[in-house]
């Protein structure tokens, strides 16, 4: 589960980050990455990690596909912001927002598969 301190909740940022973050995709997931410089325009959620959202649509499926979708990403993003926090160089910064977008792809690819489109899409962001 992915911690409420990691939680992307305002609408206001997920539209930033959608529309400012750079964006990379694969087969089952578009990820958009931002990372805002500090001033007077950066949000005040700045501390306490990086922050993450989820955009299921009803292109991937019905209720119960969407639910099990956001279960393995947000899975999938918590393991990623744990590894961060002990990796000697993390592919999140403390003060990165993220939105992952599933696509309708996503519905059949197992939590590894997700897993590895996502940290592919992170690793060609963080370059």
Known sequence: ??????????????????KKGARKGSRTVVVHL??????PEAPLELTGGPRA????????GNAVVRHAVS?????????????DATAASPQLQETSFV????????A??????????????????SR
Do not use: N, Q, Y
């Open 71 to 83: 279960r393995k990403l947000r899975a999938v993003l918590a393991t990623i912001i744990d590894d």
């Open 34 to 39: 931002w990372t805002p410089e500090p001033g």
């Open 108 to 125: 059949k690819a197992s939590s590894k598969e997700l897993e590895a489109d996502v940290r592919r899409c992170l690793s060609r962001l």
């Open 53 to 60: 959202g989820l955009i299921v649509s009803k292109a991937v």
């Open 1 to 18: 589960m992915l911690a409420p301190e990691h939680r992307l909740c305002s609408s206001a940022l997920f539209s930033t980050v959608v």
């Open 99 to 106: 939105v992952v977008r599933a696509l309708p792809g996503s």
